[in-house]
């Protein structure tokens, strides 16, 4: 008996000691942004300032035609009929994270 709660009294001063002095630990879901962001292309990439400018990278267009989507990606087409570049372009959690040509 005595050591039963010798033992709990332990597992008690244990549990309590662990929970304040230990590290704390980011939420998961700051893990999962981090993740995202690592991913994400520099924002220094030519394709994504021209699109975060709203300008075509190739003639200097502000004006695009929508194309198919699927999950968080979108793809756009220039309206230029000389240029008619096409990107693929991902906005993640309202951030531009991704434009690729297609």
């Known amino acids: 008996m005595i050591l039963c709660g010798a033992m709990a009294t332990f597992a008690v001063v ?3 000691v662990f929970y ?4 704390p630990k980011p939420h998961w879901f700051e893990n999962l942004l981090a ?4 991913r ?3 924002p220094e990439d030519p394709l994504v ?7 075509c990278p190739d003639c200097g267009g502000t004006e695009f035609y929508p194309g198919p989507e699927g999950g968080i990606s979108k793809n ?7 240029c ?3 990107f693929n372009v991902t906005v993640a959690m309202g951030n531009l994270c ?3 040509r297609i």
């Open 35 to 38: 993740k995202r962001r690592k």
């Open 98 to 100: 991704w434009v690729e």
């Open 20 to 23: 304040l002095f230990a590290p």
């Open 40 to 42: 994400c292309k520099p």
């Open 76 to 82: 756009w087409k220039c309206a230029n009929s000389e």
């Open 14 to 16: 244990w549990v309590i």
């Open 49 to 55: 300032v021209a699109w975060r400018k709203g300008q």
């Open 84 to 86: 008619n570049s096409r």
